[in-house]
């Protein structure tokens, strides 16, 4: 079993920044691809960025130039740096995983609350 561990969210003004991390924790599983989505109320769960074991990432039009992806191999952690926040960012953030060696290969966190407010 391997377990995805969120922190780092919290309220944060407008053009604000936050750093989320995401650490997986277990036993025989390698990572392909980690990955952070958002849903924010009412709305359906997006596809924030992602970045690869090899270091390639992506990000959504909305976030690129404001957030940065990285990851730290030796610790099974990635980071989602969130710079210049803005009122649509408000969401809950998931961290998610796609790993080899385990059952099933992916994995989610439970979710991290960011609310962006004056």
């Known amino acids: 079993q391997v377990q995805l561990v969120e922190s780092g969210g919290g309220l944060v003004q407008p053009e604000g920044s936050l750093r989320l991390s995401c650490a997986a924790s277990?036993?025989?599983?390698?990572?392909?691809?980690m990955a952070w989505y958002r849903q924010a109320q009412g709305k359906q769960r997006e596809l924030v960025a992602r970045i690869t074991a090899g270091g390639s990432t992506n990000y959504a039009d909305s976030v690129k130039g404001r957030f940065t992806i990285s990851r730290d191999i030796a610790k099974n952690t990635v980071y989602l740096q969130m710079n210049s926040l803005k009122f649509e960012d408000t969401a809950v953030y998931y961290c998610?995983?796609?790993?080899?060696?385990?059952?099933?290969?992916?994995?989610w966190g439970q979710g991290t609350q960011v609310t962006v407010s004056s």
């Open positions: 998610n995983a796609y790993l080899s060696g385990t059952y099933p290969p992916y994995f």
């Open positions: 277990g036993r025989g599983f390698s990572i392909n691809a």
